[in-house]
């Protein structure tokens, strides 16, 4: 009688050596991101970062932590994987620079159904180039492959970022007033929201992702739709630093202006946004029109072409454009701050969004 053969991790769908050669794959992109307070390896059970060694004297620390969202679907069926992780890291980085936070180190977590280490060395590459972009070192993360729990290619990411402020820097600041000025920097396009929405409209177009963007014919649809969220890191903290003259920031994400400025605001200021002062992405004009979406509904779902809000004082709002413009940043006077009447809105828009 044959002796009967027992039942390995790897039968059951886990590949503990694709996992060691997928580590092998990515340490030089986690070692390219390193920066002063973070220097190890990968491969400990937690990542160490020295916050003396960062600069700072009496630092607060800030987290955040934020997916992509179902923006990977389309990743996934197209099979481009190398600028998702740079949306992983804006989403969370982006989060802390609107409290005046610098990031100071990333860490992700990559869930598969079926482990592919050059799939996965695209992603991480993502995640790493993000970092670099934001200045901040990955420390540390996750691979889980989980059979059973995500069918065929299906990937999900998820992403954990810190950062620190001196003591009493942190944003929104207590002098926000009625008479500030109200800054919108441009996005790079849909960013990592709304993208439910955008799958269900492309299907309805009938279009392929492989086929030309109408919004951009120079790329596919899957391209045009993947352009990777802008990070907005360094040219704010430079802003901030430069000018000592940021009041508030609010990172534009799901919920749009509506949503999103009022959350740095006090209950009795409100946002005046002339809506005609937006350059709308032609990406924006084609989902209104294709999925015949309201001009109300696509403020509430869409960043419409301005990812991040800069408040500032009326008499440093030029000086605070003209960095950001040093910095690489395109910048669109959008309103200013009013009054708001008790239970009255937070945002409130004139004109006409150019879709």
């Given at each position: ?36 307070g973070a220097d190890g390896e990968i491969g400990g059970f937690g990542g160490v970062f020295d916050l003396k060694a960062a600069g700072f004297n009496d630092p607060v620390l800030v ?139 492309v299907a309805a177009s009938g279009l392929a992702y492989d086929a030309p963007a109408p919004f951009a014919p120079e790329q596919s649809l899957a391209e045009a739709l993947l352009a ?79 990812g991040m809000v800069v408040v500032v004082g009326a008499a440093e709002a030029e000086a605070v454009s003209q960095t950001l413009e040093n910095e690489g940043e395109t910048v669109v ?23």
């Amino acid at each position: 009688m044959s002796e009967k053969k027992g039942l390995t991790y790897s039968d059951a769908g886990v590949d503990i050596d694709a996992g060691n050669a997928l580590v092998d794959r990515i340490k030089p992109l986690v070692r390219a991101t390193r920066r002063p307070g973070a220097d190890g390896e990968i491969g400990g059970f937690g990542g160490v970062f020295d916050l003396k060694a960062a600069g700072f004297n009496d630092p607060v620390l800030v987290a955040a932590n934020d997916g992509v969202g179902t923006k990977l679907k389309i990743a996934i069926e197209a099979g481009v994987h190398d600028t998702v992780g740079i949306d992983l890291v804006a989403m969370c980085v982006n989060d802390l620079v609107v409290q005046g936070a610098e990031p100071l180190f990333f860490l992700d977590y990559f869930a598969t159904g079926k482990l592919d280490p050059a799939q996965g060395a695209e992603i991480v590459g993502g995640i790493a180039a993000g970092c670099r972009s934001a200045g901040c070192a990955l420390i540390g993360g996750e691979t889980a492959e989980m059979p059973g729990m995500y069918a065929g290619g299906d990937y999900d990411l998820a992403g954990f970022a810190v950062g620190a402020a001196e003591r009493g820097r942190l944003l929104p600041s207590s002098e926000l007033a009625a008479g500030d000025v109200i800054l919108g920097l441009a996005s790079s396009g849909a960013h990592s929201n709304g993208f439910s929405l955008i799958r269900r409209i492309v299907a309805a177009s009938g279009l392929a992702y492989d086929a030309p963007a109408p919004f951009a014919p120079e790329q596919s649809l899957a391209e045009a739709l993947l352009a990777p969220t802008r990070i907005y890191v360094k040219p704010l903290l430079q802003a901030i630093r430069e000018t000592g003259a940021i009041k508030a920031l609010a990172h534009i994400t799901g919920g749009g202006f509506i949503e999103n400025i009022p959350r740095v605001l006090p209950e009795q200021l409100a946002a005046q946004i002339d809506l005609d002062a937006i350059p709308v992405p032609a990406v924006f004009g084609w989902l209104a029109d294709q999925g015949q979406v309201a001009a109300e509904e696509m403020l509430r779902t869409f960043n419409c072409g301005i990812g991040m809000v800069v408040v500032v004082g009326a008499a440093e709002a030029e000086a605070v454009s003209q960095t950001l413009e040093n910095e690489g940043e395109t910048v669109v006077r959008l309103g200013h701050i009013g009054s708001r009447a008790a239970g009255g809105a937070g945002v409130v828009t004139s004109g006409t969004l150019k879709l």
